[in-house]
């Protein structure tokens, strides 16, 4: 099983030239059977056309896919004057298979810290491969500018995420290196990140991990993700829980967003493994 998630810059490259087909064409080339996206318009402006970029996606690949809003405010700034529209801009979920049932959550920041500058959220859906067990998969983006927010994002992912039952995928732009102190809760509560599983262990500390992000191995794990142009930080990552182990981990080469795109393979275990 391919997984992949990519922080797409509401379809612009790192210079903000829109150009959504070339994500297309990106994410076509890493043929995922699951794909988290981040930083997704519908209608959002004219910055990326206001076009739905969840469904417009799906279309041009062909796949199924959700989305939610992490940002959704009525507006009149439509192509037509005076269009009445909702603006949205969150995160969206693509996937060949079927996709039962779906959900968008709201996730706070830390309440010392004042209100959150951009709104954050959890995207939550069972996909359905065909003869398979169903599959629980989290899509998130979390802040940017203090580790005390996501702490506090971290610990609400684990409350909508400890009472389910088989495996989970949890794909994200976190916006911490996964050795980062705000990110251990989520191996305290399960969760195994991909490169974890294929190298054994958490690199020792911040400092160390960086450095390993940023050497220039072609699919070593840990690789770094962003800048697209020069990746030197590691702050995309694929984690997962229950009876799946990764076995492959791989940076796509793409400037088509401010972001590179990861991808992890991964295999079911069997009961008992």
């Not at 059977?33 to 969840?54: N, P, T, W, Y």
């Not at 920041?109 to 069972?126: D, I, K, N, Q, V």
């Not at 699919?219 to 694929?238: E, H």
Request: glycine share 10%.
């Amino acid at each position: 099983m391919r997984v992949a998630t990519y922080n797409i810059h509401h379809g612009a490259d790192g210079r903000d030239r829109l150009d959504l087909a070339r994500i297309a064409e990106t994410l076509a080339g890493l043929r995922a059977d699951v794909i988290g996206l981040q930083e997704v318009d519908v209608a959002f402006g004219a910055r990326s056309a206001f076009e739905d970029q969840a469904a417009g996606l799906a279309e041009m690949l062909g796949l199924r896919g959700c989305f939610g809003a992490a940002i959704d405010h009525a507006a009149d700034d439509g192509p037509a004057r005076g269009e009445q529209h909702r603006r949205q801009y969150g995160l969206a979920l693509l996937t060949p298979h079927e996709i039962t049932a779906h959900r968008m959550r709201q996730l706070p920041g830390h309440p010392a810290l004042g209100p959150l500058r951009e709104p954050r959220g959890l995207l939550s859906a069972t996909v359905h491969p065909a003869g398979q067990e169903p599959l629980q998969v989290h899509v998130t983006h979390l802040d940017h500018e203090h580790r005390g927010h996501r702490t506090a994002q971290v610990l609400r992912i684990l409350e909508h995420t400890s009472a389910l039952d088989g495996p989970a995928l949890l794909l994200g732009d976190l916006n911490a290196d996964p050795s980062a102190a705000e990110l251990g809760p989520l191996s305290a509560g399960g969760w195994r990140e991909a490169a974890v599983d294929l190298r054994g262990a958490m690199p020792r500390s911040p400092v160390t991990a960086k450095f390993a992000a940023a050497l220039p191995f072609g699919r070593s794990p840990g690789r770094a993700t962003f800048p697209s142009r020069l990746p030197l930080l590691r702050i995309d990552s694929i984690w997962s829980r229950g009876a799946l182990e990764a076995t492959g981990l791989e940076v796509g080469a793409s400037h088509a967003s401010d972001h590179r795109p990861l991808l992890a393979t991964f295999q079911r275990l069997r009961a008992g493994s």
